[in-house]
């Protein structure tokens, strides 16, 4: 037998029956329309129908059925509060105050600290005018919870109301000694204020700022001081709020408050100690608001010499945050130390910067993160010889310096040279130079050996510095510029064979960084001597071991210069232009022939002859757009040029290659007869 159906689709296995169907309904529902649904089915529900008591039996009938049902529900559930005081509340407004009384005190047998019982009670005796017993109510209130606010309010709100300021201050006498929140000590204050005992509310302020030790109650005592007028008394209260406070637990409100006051009382002189007072004691995180009012303080009332302090100090404190949070952070040292030099004075004060940011070296071997730290010390040593005027003492941080870089991994030129112009400017060359020498020897570079060099010939001594060239290119002698400036020094001093020697020397080495530099000041050298062939010597040399356009281009214009008469002149510049073609043609190099062209053209047209212009321009190539195919298949077009030499050699190459072919062909025909002819005499001589 199958499963009997139960209500809800489930039969007796309890499990939901199997959906055949799956497929949304045709007609969909929703849940607004199910609720819509439900709220127009739902029945209208019955109301009690109201009654009217038409006599003191009914009367008496009807309160003795609700006293049934209120007794009823209080007996289930004796606990709940809410029922008493329906019931209470029921009572009163049948003006049955005793039985009211009566319940009231049932729940207070219930539950004796419920707040609500107490009020509603209260409330009900002080609308019946029972003076005395709602008195003595809030009294039972206040002695069962003494730390309930709402009570000891209500109880001195009453006698207030009543005339009894007396009684009222009697309770808040008593409220008092339960040391309650700051609210009720206010409302203490307000109450004596109102009746005007202004020796009452200072003792009570006294009692208050025992038990309330925060800055806002010594405010709150020195403004109602302030408002009496007694300004004495108020630098007191805010002397006693210092002392008592102590630098632990001190407020920086406390301080802006007292100096605002003295500036309403025209003492600006006593605000302006009372701020810098705090600023010293306070602690940089507990004093940012007061600083900010000392600042608006001294714009407003300060000199020239104040302001800039303040703006000093305001930078200066964001420095030390910043190196709070990074200790190493150089450009912060840099910026700091610069602050404590632009005050005057300071000299002590910017000397121990100094040394806290040199203390704060890298602890690892990596150049990068030394570069902005040795600026420190370089910064250090002109300030101790510049502003402090301690020439000893600035050459001790050099010679610190000196010994903390790791020089065996890496090194400052601008530490070593700066190091020797000091010594230069006391007047001990001798010094400057074992410096120099020292460093050169523990760490060449060339930075060390140009400044040494520059030195050397601001003191006139070139002996000296044709010592130090001659070290300089034996460290690198790949460094052209270093075999120009050596000859120039030569040349200078009139010595052309030692600069022409060095030059030679220069061009012979295996390896140059920049080759066409040194050629270019030999060939200007020789060309400013007037020894022109030399120096056509010179570019054939350089074009014997580079065939760079500008090279050929510059021979060029040197014989179109150096020529005695303008048709040689022009002459011997084509003969230039015709090797340098001919040359760059053979190489394959399109945009060296294009510039080549263009820069002969401009000649041809500056010197003007029969044909020559037109000449140089039959030669000018054609500008072609062309394809190629990339790496990736695609194509991609370009500009080329096209030369008519390069036409005129491509077809005389096409017709050379067609008769190769050609007489190619005719010997393979003439071949294969000369084989068939052989066959034939075989067979005949077989026959």
């Given at each position: 037998m199958g499963d009997v159906a139960k209500p809800g689709g489930y039969g007796q296995s309890a499990r939901p029956p199997k959906i055949k169907n799956k497929s949304a309904a045709a007609v969909q529902i929703t849940a607004e329309q199910l609720i819509r649904e439900a709220y127009e089915r739902q029945g209208s529900v019955q109301k009690a129908p109201r009654q009217k008591v038409l006599d003191g039996e009914e009367l008496?009938?009807?309160?003795?059925?609700?006293?049934?049902?209120?007794?009823?529900?209080?007996?289930?559930?004796?606990?709940?509060?809410?029922?008493?005081?329906?019931?209470?509340?029921?009572?009163?407004?049948?003006?049955?105050v005793h039985r009211a009384r009566s319940i009231y005190?049932?729940?207070?047998?219930?539950?004796?600290?419920?707040?609500?019982?107490?009020?509603?009670?209260?409330?009900?005796?002080?609308?019946?005018?029972?003076?005395?017993?709602?008195?003595?109510?809030?009294?039972?209130?206040?002695?069962?919870?003494?730390?309930?606010?709402?009570?000891w309010y209500r109880y001195t709100y009453m006698e207030e109301l009543l005339g009894n300021i007396d009684g009222a201050r009697e309770i808040f006498n008593r409220w008092m000694q339960w040391e309650p929140e700051a609210d009720a000590w206010s409302a203490f204050i307000k109450f004596?204020?109102?009746?005007?005992?202004?020796?009452?509310?200072?003792?009570?302020?006294?009692?208050?700022?025992?038990?309330?030790?925060?800055?806002?109650?010594?405010?709150?005592?020195?403004?109602?001081?302030?408002?009496?007028?007694?300004?004495?008394?108020?630098?007191?209260?805010?002397?006693?709020?210092?002392?008592?406070?102590?630098?632990?637990?001190?407020?920086?409100?406390?301080?802006?408050?007292?100096?605002?006051?003295?500036?309403?009382?025209k003492e600006v002189e006593r605000a302006?100690?009372?701020?810098?007072?705090?600023?010293?004691?306070?602690?940089?995180?507990k004093s940012q608001a007061l600083y900010n009012q000392y600042t608006l303080f001294e714009k407003q009332y300060g000199d020239r010499e104040e302001i800039e302090d303040v703006v000093a100090n305001k930078r200066r404190m964001q420095y030390q945050a910043a190196l709070k949070h990074d200790a190493r952070?150089?450009?912060?040292?840099?910026?700091?130390?610069?602050?404590?030099?632009?005050?005057?004075?300071?000299?002590?004060?910017?000397?121990?910067?100094?040394?806290?940011?040199?203390?704060?070296?890298?602890?690892?071997?990596?150049?990068?993160?030394?570069?902005?730290?040795?600026?420190?010390?370089?910064?250090?040593?002109?300030?101790?010889?510049?502003?402090?005027?301690?020439?000893e003492r600035a050459r001790q941080v050099y010679v610190a310096c000196v010994e903390l870089i790791p020089h065996k991994q890496f090194t400052f030129a601008k530490l070593w040279l700066q190091y020797a112009w000091f010594e230069i400017r006391q007047g001990d060359v001798g010094a400057a130079r074992r410096a120099l020498g020292q460093a050169l020897g523990m760490c060449p570079k060339d930075k060390l050996f140009r400044g040494y060099i520059e030195l050397e010939l601001e003191l006139r001594e070139f002996d000296r510095v044709r010592t130090l060239y001659s070290k300089y290119v034996e460290f690198n002698p790949t460094n052209c510029a270093t075999w120009v400036e050596f000859a120039k020094l030569e040349a200078a001093l009139g010595e052309d064979e030692r600069c022409r020697a060095l030059f030679e020397l220069a061009v012979e080495q295996p390896t140059l960084d920049m080759p066409e530099v040194l050629w270019k000041a030999y060939i200007d050298f020789e060309y400013d001597q007037g020894d022109y062939d030399k120096t056509r010597e010179?570019?054939?040399?350089?074009?014997?071991?580079?065939?760079?356009?500008?090279?050929?281009?510059?021979?060029?214009?040197?014989?179109?210069?150096?020529?005695?008469?303008?048709?040689?002149?022009v002459a011997a510049a084509r003969a230039v232009y015709e090797r340098a073609y001919s040359r760059l043609k053979e190489l394959r190099l399109t945009e060296e022939r294009l510039a080549l062209l263009e820069s002969w053209r401009d000649v041809e047209v500056s010197?003007?002859?029969?044909?020559?212009?037109?000449?140089?321009?039959?030669?000018?190539?054609?500008?072609?757009?062309?394809?190629?195919?990339?790496?990736?298949?695609?194509?991609?077009?370009?500009?080329?040029?096209?030369?008519?030499?390069?036409e005129e050699q491509g077809a005389r190459f096409k017709l050379l290659a067609k008769a190769h072919m050609w007489?190619?062909?005719?010997?393979?025909?003439?071949?294969?007869?000369?084989?068939?002819e052989n066959s034939d005499d075989n067979e005949e001589d077989g026959e």
């Amino acid at each position: 037998m199958g499963d009997v159906a139960k209500p809800g689709g489930y039969g007796q296995s309890a499990r939901p029956p199997k959906i055949k169907n799956k497929s949304a309904a045709a007609v969909q529902i929703t849940a607004e329309q199910l609720i819509r649904e439900a709220y127009e089915r739902q029945g209208s529900v019955q109301k009690a129908p109201r009654q009217k008591v038409l006599d003191g039996e009914e009367l008496s009938d009807y309160q003795m059925r609700r006293r049934r049902e209120f007794e009823e529900g209080v007996r289930k559930n004796r606990s709940n509060i809410a029922e008493w005081l329906r019931y209470a509340s029921w009572e009163e407004s049948q003006n049955e105050v005793h039985r009211a009384r009566s319940i009231y005190e049932r729940a207070m047998d219930v539950d004796s600290r419920s707040q609500t019982v107490y009020i509603k009670y209260a409330e009900m005796e002080m609308k019946n005018k029972n003076t005395n017993l709602a008195r003595n109510l809030y009294d039972r209130a206040v002695t069962v919870l003494p730390r309930v606010s709402q009570f000891w309010y209500r109880y001195t709100y009453m006698e207030e109301l009543l005339g009894n300021i007396d009684g009222a201050r009697e309770i808040f006498n008593r409220w008092m000694q339960w040391e309650p929140e700051a609210d009720a000590w206010s409302a203490f204050i307000k109450f004596e204020r109102r009746y005007g005992e202004t020796d009452h509310a200072r003792a009570v302020f006294e009692r208050f700022v025992f038990v309330h030790p925060e800055s806002k109650t010594w405010l709150k005592w020195a403004k109602f001081e302030e408002d009496l007028g007694e300004t004495d008394r108020v630098r007191d209260i805010f002397g006693r709020a210092i002392d008592r406070l102590g630098e632990a637990f001190m407020d920086q409100h406390i301080f802006i408050s007292f100096a605002k006051f003295e500036v309403r009382m025209k003492e600006v002189e006593r605000a302006r100690a009372i701020y810098k007072y705090a600023l010293e004691r306070l602690p940089k995180a507990k004093s940012q608001a007061l600083y900010n009012q000392y600042t608006l303080f001294e714009k407003q009332y300060g000199d020239r010499e104040e302001i800039e302090d303040v703006v000093a100090n305001k930078r200066r404190m964001q420095y030390q945050a910043a190196l709070k949070h990074d200790a190493r952070d150089y450009d912060t040292w840099i910026d700091y130390v610069k602050l404590e030099e632009s005050v005057a004075g300071n000299i002590e004060r910017t000397r121990d910067v100094y040394e806290q940011a040199i203390a704060e070296y890298p602890r690892v071997t990596d150049k990068r993160l030394w570069r902005r730290y040795i600026y420190l010390w370089l910064y250090y040593a002109l300030f101790e010889e510049t502003a402090a005027k301690d020439v000893e003492r600035a050459r001790q941080v050099y010679v610190a310096c000196v010994e903390l870089i790791p020089h065996k991994q890496f090194t400052f030129a601008k530490l070593w040279l700066q190091y020797a112009w000091f010594e230069i400017r006391q007047g001990d060359v001798g010094a400057a130079r074992r410096a120099l020498g020292q460093a050169l020897g523990m760490c060449p570079k060339d930075k060390l050996f140009r400044g040494y060099i520059e030195l050397e010939l601001e003191l006139r001594e070139f002996d000296r510095v044709r010592t130090l060239y001659s070290k300089y290119v034996e460290f690198n002698p790949t460094n052209c510029a270093t075999w120009v400036e050596f000859a120039k020094l030569e040349a200078a001093l009139g010595e052309d064979e030692r600069c022409r020697a060095l030059f030679e020397l220069a061009v012979e080495q295996p390896t140059l960084d920049m080759p066409e530099v040194l050629w270019k000041a030999y060939i200007d050298f020789e060309y400013d001597q007037g020894d022109y062939d030399k120096t056509r010597e010179l570019y054939e040399r350089l074009l014997s071991l580079t065939d760079h356009v500008k090279v050929w281009i510059s021979l060029a214009r040197f014989e179109l210069a150096v020529a005695a008469d303008s048709e040689s002149r022009v002459a011997a510049a084509r003969a230039v232009y015709e090797r340098a073609y001919s040359r760059l043609k053979e190489l394959r190099l399109t945009e060296e022939r294009l510039a080549l062209l263009e820069s002969w053209r401009d000649v041809e047209v500056s010197e003007p002859q029969q044909g020559s212009v037109a000449a140089v321009e039959k030669k000018m190539p054609r500008r072609v757009r062309k394809r190629r195919r990339l790496d990736d298949g695609s194509l991609e077009e370009y500009f080329d040029y096209v030369f008519p030499d390069d036409e005129e050699q491509g077809a005389r190459f096409k017709l050379l290659a067609k008769a190769h072919m050609w007489k190619q062909k005719a010997s393979e025909s003439a071949a294969t007869e000369q084989v068939g002819e052989n066959s034939d005499d075989n067979e005949e001589d077989g026959e």
